[in-house]
């Protein structure tokens, strides 16, 4: 062990050890440097798929938001079709609490509109079980929505106790205009 400790100190081995240290510390930081890189450009590469999955998410939440008080209000069979598409497309970025929220509401809008007669904005005003009934399942979508979006404290009892139509809004004799 000493002879080797000696032999490798000798005077020609320290002279390629001076030219080989430089290169090797060189040689060393490159590859430090390129995996700190290619880890930087990793993360920031998840955090944007992450982002831009959320901005989609929040885009196809505000349309559904949009179409589920059009289906409402949508008297004319083609514009419940064009709705039922748009509410269709949660299929490609919603979560699955959404999109089980949404197949449950689904359920009872359906129910209540066949025996609506089609016209379920008018049950919905004479009514008040089948209110509250449509108004408990949006409200379980726009809980899923939020939490998809974001963390949230709004207990399930909290957001079906708020989720209401108004008199002013979806209940009024004008928005039959609409």
């Known amino acids: 062990m000493v002879f080797l400790a000696a032999e490798l ?16 510390g060189s040689l060393l930081g490159v590859l430090l440097t390129g995996a700190i890189g290619l880890a930087t450009y990793s993360w920031q590469e998840n955090t944007k798929r992450k982002s831009e999955l959320v ?24 514009d419940r079709r064009r709705i039922l598409a748009e509410i269709e497309k949660g299929w490609l970025f919603a979560s699955d609490e959404v999109l089980a929220a949404l197949f449950k509401y689904m359920e009872t809008y359906d129910r209540h509109w066949t025996t609506a007669s089609g016209d379920i904005q008018k049950l919905i005003r004479e009514d008040e079980t089948v209110r509250r009934d449509i108004e408990q399942g949006m409200a379980e979508i726009f809980l899923a929505m939020r939490r998809d ?18 008199n002013c809004g979806m209940l009024s004799q004008e928005s039959d205009a609409l």
């Open 9 to 24: 100190f000798s005077a020609g081995n320290l002279e390629t050890l001076k030219l080989l240290l430089p290169l090797a």
């Open 55 to 78: 901005e989609r998410r929040q885009k196809l939440y505000e349309d559904l938001n949009s179409a589920l008080f059009g289906l409402i209000l949508a008297k004319a069979i083609e």
């Open 149 to 166: 979006l974001r963390d949230t404290r709004l207990s399930d009892a909290m957001a079906k106790n708020y989720m209401h139509f108004y």
